[in-house]
C-alpha cells in the first residue's frame, strides 16, 4: 500500500485491474437486454425521448469498454462492437411484444457510441475528469486494541 491509500486498497496487476474492469460494461449490456426484453419501460412518453436515452446509455456503455483499451484499433473496435450491440438489441425488440424496431434507435446506439470513443480518445481533459480517482474528505481510522479487555 501506499503512504495515505485507503485501509483495503489492494495492488492488482494492470492485466487483472483491466480483467476485472469488463465487469462494468457487461453489466450494463445485461441491463440493456433485460431493458429490451419489456413491453413496457417506465419513462416520459415525449417524442424523440427515447433517442436520447439510445444515444446516452450506447454513450456510456461505449465509454466504460474503451477505457480498458489502449490502442487506436481497439477503439474502432469497440465503437464497431457498441454498433453490432444496437443491431442486436432492435433484433431483440423484434421478439418483444408491444416493441419495434427503429432504424433511428440503431442510429442513436452507434452515434452515441461513437461520440463517447471520439471523446474520451481525443479530449485529455475529459479522459483525465473520467480516470480520476475518487477520495474522500475524511478517512476512517479503525484502531485495534493492543491487549484484549478481559471481562469478570
Known amino acids: 500500500m501506499t503512504r495515505g491509500a485507503g485501509l483495503y486498497e489492494v495492488v492488482q496487476s ?3 485491474r483491466i480483467q476485472r474492469g469488463w465487469v462494468w ?9 433485460f431493458a429490451s426484453s419489456q413491453s413496457k ?16 446509455v450506447y454513450g456510456l456503455l461505449a465509454t466504460l469498454a474503451v477505457r480498458l483499451v489502449r490502442t487506436r484499433r481497439a477503439a474502432w473496435l469497440i465503437i464497431l462492437a457498441v454498433s453490432l450491440y444496437g443491431v442486436s438489441d432492435e433484433w431483440h425488440q423484434s421478439f418483444t411484444p408491444g416493441r419495434s424496431v427503429e432504424f433511428a434507435d440503431w442510429l442513436a446506439d452507434t452515434l452515441g457510441g461513437a461520440m463517447a470513443v471520439l471523446l474520451y480518445t481525443r479530449w485529455s481533459a475529459y479522459r483525465r475528469f473520467l480516470e480520476r480517482p475518487i477520495r474522500s474528505k475524511r478517512q476512517v481510522e479503525i484502531s485495534v486494541p493492543v491487549e484484549p479487555v478481559l471481562k469478570s
Not at 460494461?25 to 441491463?31: C, E, I, R
Not at 415525449?46 to 444515444?55: N, Q, R
Open 41 to 56: 419501460l417506465a419513462g416520459p412518453d415525449v417524442e424523440g425521448s427515447d433517442k436520447v436515452v439510445h444515444f446516452s
Open 14 to 16: 494492470p492485466k487483472r
Open 25 to 33: 460494461p457487461l453489466a450494463l449490456a445485461a441491463l440493456i437486454f
